[in-house]
Nanobody, 121 residues
Framework: QVHLVESGGGLVQPGGSLRLSCAAS????????MGWFRQAPGKQRELLAT???????DIADSVKGRFTISRNNAKNTVYLQMNSLKPEDTAVYYC???????????????WGQGTQVTVSS
């Protein structure tokens, strides 16, 4: 079993910052790419940022310059640093990871349960 657990969400004022964390646990042999998505009410899930096992990152244009992604491979954890938050950033934020559970197994995508981020004064 593999579990991804997000933390760090909450209520923040416009212009504020939050740092989301997502820790993977369970039977894990290797983690390839990790990423963050969000879904606002009535909207489709949006890809925000990805990071490879070699720390190559890609950030969506909608949050470029405000959000950064990083990871700690020793802790199987990915982070999303969010600065200059806007009310339109309000959404449920999800992490995802491509994980191989054994040496010979293929990589599969796993998802966290999501954490709410609300940007409001």
């Amino acid at each position: 079993q593999v579990h991804l657990v997000e933390s760090g969400g909450g209520l923040v004022q416009p212009g504020g910052s939050l740092r989301l964390s997502c820790a993977a646990s369970g039977t894990i042999f290797s983690i390839n790419a990790m990423g963050w998505f969000r879904q606002a009410p009535g909207k489709q899930r949006e890809l925000l940022a990805t990071i490879t096992s070699g720390d190559s990152t890609d950030i969506a244009d909608s949050v470029k310059g405000r959000f950064t992604i990083s990871r700690n491979n020793a802790k199987n954890t990915v982070y999303l640093q969010m600065n200059s938050l806007k009310p339109e950033d309000t959404a449920v934020y999800y992490c995802s990871a491509s994980i191989s559970v054994y040496f010979y197994s293929k990589y599969e995508d796993y998802w966290g349960q999501g954490t709410q981020v609300t940007v409001s004064s």
